[in-house]
């Protein structure tokens, strides 16, 4: 089994790296358990007998492990909200989300420091208080990590303080009190 890494940096640079040896493909499969502190403040370091590479945690935008081997089981649970990257065939096509009882689909773009933009589906059980909902809303800045499935398999993992903004297509229904109501121009 292989793995694929991207590091992308909140300068919008990728760098891509691959792993196939067994033993290093456990070691970092297993780092994973450990992902709600990956960007609190210790350095990434990914190293080869060619190259060592170390990131600031605080400039990683997202990390992207892809293979075909389930890594939910390594990953902080995802509650009620799934989140899967979107190819950019799938971009194109229409998309006007639903909302029939307490499950939804939406779109939402994730911006970053440096210009990067991750889109995704989300698919999720609307939670059933208000409040709830709000709070799933404004709270996903203060997350230490949000993940995502990768389309081509795998997982991704945000780092929520190098987001600037998110955009939600179609939009919420239920806003809090202090938002401003205004239509993009």
């Given at each position: 089994?292989a793995i694929g890494i991207?590091?992308?940096?909140?300068?919008?640079?990728?760098?891509?790296?691959?792993?196939?040896?067994?033993?290093?493909?456990?070691?970092?499969?297993?780092?994973?358990?450990?992902?709600?502190?990956?960007?609190?403040?210790?350095?990434?370091?990914?190293?080869?007998?060619?190259?060592?590479?170390?990131?600031?945690?605080?400039?990683?935008?997202?990390?992207?492990?892809?293979?075909?081997?389930?890594?939910?089981?390594?990953?902080?649970?995802?509650?009620?909200?799934?989140?899967?990257?979107?190819?950019?065939?799938?971009?194109?096509?229409?998309?006007?989300?639903?909302?029939?009882?307490?499950?939804?689909?939406?779109?939402?773009?994730?911006?970053?420091?440096?210009?990067?933009?991750?889109?995704?589906?989300?698919?999720?059980?609307?939670?059933?208080?208000?409040?709830?909902?709000?709070?799933?809303?404004?709270?996903?800045?203060?997350?230490?990590?949000?993940?995502?499935?990768?389309?081509?398999?795998?997982?991704?993992?945000?780092?929520?303080?190098?987001?600037?903004?998110?955009?939600?297509?179609?939009?919420?229904?239920?806003?809090?009190?202090?938002?401003?109501?205004?239509?993009?121009?």
């Open positions: 089994m991207t590091v992308i940096t909140t300068a919008n640079r990728a760098r891509r790296f691959f792993q196939t040896d067994a033993a290093s493909l456990e070691q970092i499969l297993s780092s994973l358990q450990r992902s709600a502190q990956l960007f609190s403040g210790t350095p990434l370091i990914i190293g080869s007998a060619g190259r060592t590479e170390v990131f600031a945690a605080a400039a990683i935008a997202c990390l992207e492990i892809e293979t075909a081997r389930d890594l939910s089981g390594y990953l902080p649970s995802p509650g009620n909200l799934t989140l899967t990257a979107l190819t950019p065939e799938q971009r194109a096509e229409p998309f006007a989300g639903y909302l029939e009882g307490e499950h939804f689909t939406r779109r939402i773009e994730f911006f970053f420091t440096g210009g990067h933009v991750l889109f995704t589906l989300a698919e999720g059980v609307r939670k059933p208080a208000l409040a709830e909902r709000l709070m799933n809303l404004t709270s996903l800045f203060a997350r230490p990590i949000i993940t995502y499935r990768l389309a081509q398999g795998g997982i991704g993992l945000m780092n929520p303080q190098a987001m600037t903004r998110f955009v939600i297509t179609p939009g919420v229904p239920d806003l809090p009190r202090d938002a401003w109501l205004a239509d993009a121009a």
